[in-house]
């Protein structure tokens, strides 16, 4: 059996034809190929698939699809605008905030909302916004470096779609 979920992604409104058991990762890469989200763990501990879902970071792998009926979802390719990085897009780049970059995507994700209720975090801040996202190569120390810098940034408001 399969039900139609409407929502947006990023903006822009898509309708699929999904399982009751679907999650919400599997329509966002699987049906629309949103793959910024990453497949981690699939249960819920290590923050690879974070979105946000009317402005609030979920686990994608963990958020059954139809949950989001009529809610606006935003993944890390949504936090760029006019062509233009989010600001913490450019300050991971910038700060070497990336290596592997399999966390990077749920990082992202975690911080832009942080920086959406809370302009000027400090680093622990920062810290408490990305408690639930894991990486296991960079040490954090970076990631932190560039959350700051981007919440100095002019342009960090804009927020997700
Ligand atoms: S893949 Fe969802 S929390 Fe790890
Ligand atoms: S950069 Fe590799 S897991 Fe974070």
């Given at each position: 059996m399969k039900y139609m979920l409407s929502f947006t992604v990023n903006g822009a409104p898509a309708d699929v034809a999904v399982g009751?058991?679907?999650?919400l990762l599997d329509v966002l890469r699987?049906?629309?190929?949103?793959?910024?989200a990453k497949r981690g763990?699939?249960?819920?501990?290590?923050?690879?698939?974070t979105v946000l879902v009317d402005g609030r970071s979920v686990r994608s792998c963990i958020t059954?699809?139809?949950?989001?009926?009529?809610k606006a979802v935003t993944t890390?390719?949504?936090?760029?605008?006019d062509g233009k990085p989010h600001p913490l897009q450019q300050a991971f780049h910038d700060h070497g905030?990336?290596?592997?970059?399999?966390c990077t995507p749920g990082m992202i994700v975690s911080l832009a909302e942080l920086l959406e209720k809370?302009?000027?975090?400090c680093r622990d801040d920062a810290r408490a916004a990305i408690a639930g996202n894991l990486c296991?190569?960079?040490?954090y120390v970076k990631i932190i470096d560039a959350a700051m810098a981007a919440a100095r940034s002019p342009h960090k408001k804009g927020g997700p779609a």
């Open positions: 009751p058991t679907e999650t699987d049906r629309l190929g949103f793959t910024g763990c699939e249960t819920g501990d290590c923050g690879a698939c059954l699809a139809l949950t989001v009926q009529g890390v390719e949504g936090l760029a605008r905030a990336s290596q592997c970059g399999f809370n302009p000027e975090p296991r190569c960079t040490g």
